[in-house]
């Protein structure tokens, strides 16, 4: 239990760390939302559109380092030769991107249909971002979740408030005083979006900038071409997520009518973040368990402590969805200001499922991590962006973003169900079925029939969410007596 107190405690600040970075886009809703604010629904669908590159971007220039660097920095003796080969790797592979995007960017803002102008904004986003990933996931590999957590959170902090300085402070200072009416430019939203995005990150990575005095600068090509053969099975699967995660935003401008496609995106794209909040529980936990995953894998028995990490997380991930299933309406409206877009509130259950299904995979995906058998990461998640890719190309076109959401709950519900197959045979773990499959049958039906059949009836929806939380409590009182009685 020693062990899964120590998970807890990183898990909760690695939460805090990543929540408030993923809650930037989630408190930024309520801003690009707000009438007056953005111009149209459709403005804010194209900033989506051009945040779901983002999403596939930052995977490509990435290309699965990450998670090789925690890989062999656990499991090479020559930890320094692992830092410094997979530094130099990451750098010289974002300065060659960003040189040859610049090179192309009229090219490229022509092929995907963006403004060249917003094109620009993005690549220097992303070789800025890039050049943090090794940075960060040392701090991780090295357990300093503080400082980790206090770069992040600034990070979020200086968005947000140039953010809200761009959208809401310079019109009206430009209103007010002529020499901010020099700086001001209307109808310039979107960049501004973009221009706090990137001061953000060159002010990341000003911070991080010691790291790259200290790391010492060797290549070793023998643990480089391990490195990258174990990379390049989790970048197929990178990819495979970003096209499950956002390409639907771009599967609707294309094959919706050019009149109304993002206005549609706009509405979808603004209810989806209302799922935000398993969204931040799973990632938090992913975050924790990652470094591990790894550190604990040659322990006696890991096999029982990655059982009872699943049955924790689907507790908890239950209450999480239920409950926000139950007030969803009274969370609306200051998540989402604006009615225009609620159209889309038919969602807001479908996604938070996927996510749930999402981040049952990333717990069960121990097995394929560990055992470097990630090709089958690889798959699996292929897998999922099929699913993806084919239930949105045949029926977007009759179903819109509905169609969007429910390819992402059956993409994200294979992804997890293969991954239990295949880990079942691979590195069996005595997952305790029965609880788990309790905590998902009752949390999911009672989820559906809440927001279907009893949507903002708040006495049933609350009397669901009370006998829910006393299944739990029964469920898992030993467990709790346990941890108490280690506390004295």
């Known amino acids: 239990m020693g062990a899964l107190k120590t998970l807890f405690k990183q898990t909760f600040i690695y939460g805090i760390a990543t929540v408030l970075p993923r809650m930037l886009s989630f408190l930024l809703v309520p801003l690009y939302t707000t009438e007056g604010v953005l111009s149209s629904v459709a403005e804010y669908g194209k900033v989506s559109v051009i945040f779901s590159y983002f999403v596939l971007f930052n995977v490509l220039l990435a290309y699965g380092m990450e998670t090789a660097f925690f890989r062999f920095f656990n499991k090479e003796q020559n930890k320094d030769a692992v830092l410094g080969t997979s530094t130099i790797s ?16 009229d090219q490229i803002a022509g092929l995907i249909d963006i403004d060249v102008k917003y094109i620009v904004l993005v690549i220097w986003i ?50 007010e005083d002529s020499l901010f009416d020099v700086i001001y430019v209307p109808d310039f939203e979107v960049s501004y979006i973009f ?31 391990k490195m990258v053969t174990y990379a390049f099975p989790v970048l197929i699967a990178g990819i495979a997520f970003s096209i499950n995660e956002t390409f639907d935003r771009i599967l609707l401008k294309e094959l919706l009518p050019a009149d109304v496609a993002e206005n549609q995106i706009g509405m979808y794209s603004a209810c989806y973040k209302i799922a935000v909040f398993m969204t931040l529980f799973a990632t938090a936990y992913r975050l924790g368990i990652e470094p591990f995953f790894f550190s604990h894998a040659k322990s006696r028995n890991p096999q029982r402590n990655y059982a009872k990490i699943l049955e924790f997380f689907v507790a908890f991930g239950s209450v999480i969805m239920l409950t926000v299933i139950v007030f969803v309406d009274i969370l609306k409206p200051f998540i989402v200001r604006s009615e225009s877009y609620w159209e889309a509130m038919w969602v807001v259950p479908i996604i938070l499922i996927a996510n749930f299904c999402l981040g049952i ?40 973003y509905k169609a969007s959401a429910v390819a992402t709950l059956c993409a994200y519900a294979t992804m997890m169900v293969l991954s239990y197959y295949f880990g079942k045979k691979y590195y069996p773990i005595p997952y305790n079925l029965k609880k788990i499959l309790g ?50």
């Open 90 to 105: 990451l750098v010289l592979s974002s300065l060659g991107f960003f040189l040859i995007a610049l090179f192309f960017q």
């Open 195 to 225: 221009i706090a995005n990137l001061i953000a990150s060159a002010m990341t990575l000003l911070v991080m900038f010691s790291f790259y005095v200290k790391v010492k600068y060797r290549f070793d090509k023998i643990i480089w071409k």
């Open 439 to 488: 905590y998902l049958g009752l949390s999911i039906g009672l989820s559906l029939l809440s927001f279907y059949q009893f949507r903002t009836n708040y006495i049933i929806g609350i009397t669901m969410l009370v006998v829910f939380l006393g299944f739990v409590f029964v469920m898992e009182k030993s467990q709790v007596n346990l941890l108490l009685k280690k506390q004295e």
């Open 126 to 175: 992303l070789l800025l971002d890039a050049l943090v990933v090794i940075p960060f996931a040392w701090l991780r590999a090295t357990e300093r979740p503080m400082r980790y957590a206090v770069i992040k959170i600034a990070n979020v902090i200086i968005n947000l408030g140039l953010n809200i300085f761009f959208l809401l402070g310079l019109k009206r200072l430009a209103s």
């Open 361 to 400: 995979y990333h717990n069960l995906s121990v097995w394929y991590k560990i055992t470097d058998r990630t090709k089958f990461g690889a798959l699996i998640s292929i897998v999922g962006a099929l699913i993806t890719l084919v239930i949105n190309i045949l029926f977007i076109k009759t179903f819109s």
